[in-house]
């Protein structure tokens, strides 16, 4: 980030930050002016973890609409997951992504899938994926199990540099599972995911990536026991990155109810003192990125038995409102944290060059938000096209007041 | 999600210990051989996703003595086996003009999706893992005939607590009265954290510490097939949990041994055990017809 925290002017032009200077230092003029006094002037927000639905389930999502989502998130990046229908493999299909007629309002980053229709058999050509766009790899949805297939997806990515991002769950431990094990799965009488399911992957993951050299980023992060993994790889320098979702340092697995459909995902909200590590992780920095993993899907499909429902829940929206309302208001972790967490933290992850800061030269991108703001947000008013939030009506602090990309407004509070 | 409808019964968890001695009293005062129209003119809807023996026919029963009309919707034969949603299902047999929907399935939770979409009562015939709300009670019918209150009981519940919907239901209606419950078998079938599905339980392996000094053993049934790739084999399991006459002397002498059956004489149990005195488990099945029926008719609004 920029390390800035103090009232500035910044000027854009031509798709750049041209000049950030004390506040009447800017000689000249500009066309359009924004008046964000008392408001928060922040580099773009970057998304690492978005499910945009497109190729394939437009029912669900579209670039246009799930871009639209991002923006009045603040976000003005999102990087999209490849678990589409068909999945995003070959150069073909990143590409396709980022034409200008998928309508996104947002820069779009694609992940490519690592393997062969990430069924963790067999590696994609990465040199091709990263020409054509894709800024890093993954399987997501589906962890890459075997041991000599994650090795070489780590060596063969640092070869073009880019990262693998792994969903870490040991899926034979995860059979049939709905939701986290512990107390609340036991009462409910649904099988549990037990947090080793996680923890051990991660774990593999650090060493593999230590002996490779390979960029490793873990994926929605949710139990105590990877954050420790990914904490010892830090210290040893290896090349480990990791991001949280909102739900995960807001909810725990009691907050399943009777069966809410709206809070399953994958992986799944966990206990107390899970949250209670990830808010702390947040702090300290073993945690690069808070991500979305917005995961839209149709009211027909959650409206399931809930063994039945697909795993995920939306997430744009509402991303910085639970960041700053959780953990700026509810655990004081600092405001210029919680940004970088959003800017600067991300960019690393993906090597997004000139964004995530407002430095001069950098991309026009810019979130302005309001800090205090309090409000409520509402499903139905939701850009997305699916309605699968578990905050619905919830009461929030700090709100988006624009985003900019590229020096056009995508995004703007009536 | 929305409210189930005022005579729904879900599950025994949420219920308050009123609405259990309610339902307990208007059971008692049921009697299946004597036929009262409190249901005259009603359509139940069996819904069942799974097989069932007892807790179908029990129902049917206790509906058509009550004088309601009963229609069986089973997933084979029906627009389930083509893919119609649960909710969809439900829609249309409300649609026919069910005015109750009992429902069994293999999904825990699936009762609670359709009564929080339904306007007509839902009750939960056997929810997955989850609960078998009707069981407990008649279970609980069942024990009053033989103890005079549930304070100060001991039960031990044996088995496969783990995969066991009728445990968990019948937890959470004992605890309720205050009674003290042990669970025991391998960790497997009774993890630690099942102590945590109400007050008053605790988890044992050992059979004989389970049922010493206890007033009711409740035997589960064991699937052979999820013994399978467990590190306990079906051997070891009788070895070490089977209720044979001799451990049964272990519980107080006047001690009842239940089942929710189906049995398997020689596997959880003893053929002695299961045809002796001390045994109830052809009782419960005959409970189960007037238990139903106080459901029926308080899911009526007549009860």
Same mark, same amino acid.
């Given at each position: 980030m920029s390390g800035i925290d103090a009232p500035m002017d910044v000027l854009l032009a031509d798709g750049q930050v041209v000049e950030i200077a004390s506040?009447?230092?800017?000689?000249g003029g500009a066309d359009t002016t924004f008046d964000a006094r008392g408001l928060v002037v922040a580099p773009g927000f970057i998304d690492l973890h978005v499910h945009l639905r497109e190729p394939g389930q437009s029912y669900k999502e579209t670039i246009a609409s799930g871009t639209a989502a991002a923006a009045a998130g603040g976000f003005t990046s999102v990087c999209c997951m490849p678990n589409t229908a068909p999945v995003v493999d070959s150069a073909e299909w990143v590409k396709w992504l980022q034409r200008?007629?998928? *309508?996104?309002v947002v820069n779009v980053f694609p992940v490519a899938a690592a393997t062969v229709h990430s069924t963790g058999e067999q590696l994609n050509d990465f040199k091709g994926l990263k020409q054509a766009g894709a800024v890093a790899v993954s399987d997501d949805g589906k962890p890459i199990l075997q041991d000599h297939i994650m090795r070489d997806a780590l060596r063969m990515a640092a070869e073009q540099d880019l990262p693998v991002i792994q969903h870490a769950e040991d899926t034979r431990l995860t059979g049939l599972c709905s939701m986290n094990n512990g107390p609340t799965a036991f009462r409910l009488g649904l099988r549990g995911m037990p947090a080793a399911a996680e923890a051990d992957i991660v774990e593999r993951d650090v060493r593999l990536s230590g002996d490779t050299g390979g960029r490793l980023h873990v994926a929605h992060v949710s139990t105590t026991d990877a954050l420790k993994a990914i904490r010892r790889g830090k210290r040893a320098r290896t090349r480990v990155t990791s991001e949280v979702t909102p739900h995960h340092f807001t909810?725990?697995?009691?907050?399943?109810g009777e069966y809410d459909?709206? @809070?399953?995902?994958?992986?799944p909200l966990r206990s107390a003192a899970d949250l209670e590590a990830i808010v702390a992780a947040l702090a300290d920095g073993t945690i690069d990125a808070i991500a979305t993993d917005h995961a839209p899907h149709a009211l027909h499909e959650k409206q399931m038995e809930f063994e039945r429902a697909p795993f995920g829940i939306t997430g744009l929206e509402t991303a910085l409102g639970l960041a700053i309302t959780?953990? @700026?208001? *509810?655990?004081?972790?600092?405001l210029t944290r919680i940004v970088e967490l959003f800017t600067a933290g991300p960019a690393r992850v993906v090597e997004?060059?000139?964004? *995530?800061t407002l430095a001069r030269?950098?991309?026009a991108d810019v979130t302005i938000f309001d800090p205090k703001k309090h409000w409520t947000f509402e499903a139905n008013k939701?850009?997305?096209?699916?309605?699968?939030?578990?905050?619905?009506g919830w009461k929030l602090t700090g709100k988006v007041t624009a985003a900019i990309v590229g020096g056009r407004f995508a995004y703007r509070a009536d | 999600m929305k409210k189930a409808a005022? $005579?729904?019964?879900?599950?025994?968890?949420?219920?308050q210990r009123d609405e259990i001695l309610g339902l307990l009293r208007a059971a008692r005062r049921m009697n299946p051989q004597r036929p009262r129209p409190?249901?005259?003119?009603k359509r139940i809807i069996l819904l069942f996703y799974e097989p069932s023996t007892r807790t179908r026919s029990s129902f049917e029963i206790a509906a058509k003595t009550l004088g309601g009309i009963t229609v069986l919707v089973q /997933?084979? $034969? /029906?627009s389930i086996e083509k893919g119609e949603s649960l909710l969809d299902t439900g829609y249309t047999l409300r649609a026919v003009g069910a005015d109750a929907i009992v429902i069994r399935h293999p999904n825990a939770g699936a009762p609670h999706l359709l009564a929080a979409n339904l306007d007509i009562p839902v009750i939960n015939a056997g929810d997955g893992m989850h609960e078998h709300p009707s069981q407990a009670l008649l279970d609980a019918y069942t024990i009053l005939t033989h103890k005079k209150?549930?304070?100060g009981l001991k039960v031990a519940i044996i088995g496969d607590?783990?995969?066991s919907r009728v445990a968990r239901s019948a937890c959470h209606l004992l605890s309720k009265f205050g009674v003290a419950i042990t669970l025991c078998g391998s960790p497997e079938f009774v993890?630690?954290?099942?102590?945590?599905?109400?007050?008053?339980v605790r988890v044992t392996r050992s059979l004989e510490d389970a049922i010493q000094g206890v007033d009711v053993i409740m035997l589960l049934r064991v699937q052979k097939e999820r013994l399978? $790739?467990?590190?306990?084999?079906l051997d070891d399991y009788i070895t070490r949990y089977q209720m044979t006459p001799e451990r049964l002397k272990?519980?107080?002498?006047?001690a009842i041994v239940m089942h929710p059956g189906p049995i398997i004489r020689g596997l959880e149990l003893t053929g002695e055990v299961a045809d002796c005195?001390?045994?109830?488990i052809v009782e419960e099945v005959a409970s189960g017809v007037p238990v139903r029926m106080a459901i029926l008719a308080r899911a009526m609004g007549k009860a």
């Open positions: 506040p009447k230092k800017i000689r200008p007629e998928r *309508g996104a909810l725990i697995d009691e907050s399943v459909s709206n @809070h399953k995902m994958n992986p959780q953990l @700026h208001a *509810g655990r004081k972790i600092p997004l060059k000139g964004r *995530g030269g950098s991309y939701s850009r997305s096209k699916s309605r699968n939030t578990p905050f619905d | 005022r $005579g729904s019964l879900l599950g025994i968890e949420h219920l409190l249901l005259r003119g /997933s084979s $034969g /029906s209150r549930f304070a607590i783990y995969h993890p630690e954290l099942a102590a945590s599905i109400a007050h008053g399978a $790739g467990k590190n306990i084999g272990l519980a107080k002498r006047d005195p001390q045994s109830v």
